[in-house]
């Protein structure tokens, strides 16, 4: 079965044509992100990342950054 990926496209937009950060694109497409890892996987996602932007982002790297911001939200949610 081949996996498509299609919510990915936007991030990977973002990490190779709109933003510097890639704190900033985990943010903004946070829920895409969520989505994929808990249907594909972290290795799926890092593999698809590399075929959709050439880019070798470590999976370890990509993973500190997304709990990062998931501290980052709930930390939010806690001052509401």
């Not at 936007?10 to 946070?30: E, P």
């Not at 996987?41 to 050439?54: P, R, S």
């Amino acid at each position: 079965m081949k996996l498509n990926f299609d919510e990915l496209d936007g991030f990977c937009d973002a990490l190779t044509k709109k933003y510097k950060s890639r704190q900033v694109c985990i943010r903004m497409y946070h829920n895409d992100l969520t989505f994929c890892i808990n249907i594909y996987g972290w290795k799926n996602i890092i593999k698809k990342i590399k075929e959709k932007t050439g880019l070798e982002i470590k999976q370890i790297n990509l993973q500190n950054q997304y709990y990062r911001e998931i501290k980052k939200l709930a930390l939010k949610a806690d001052k509401k």
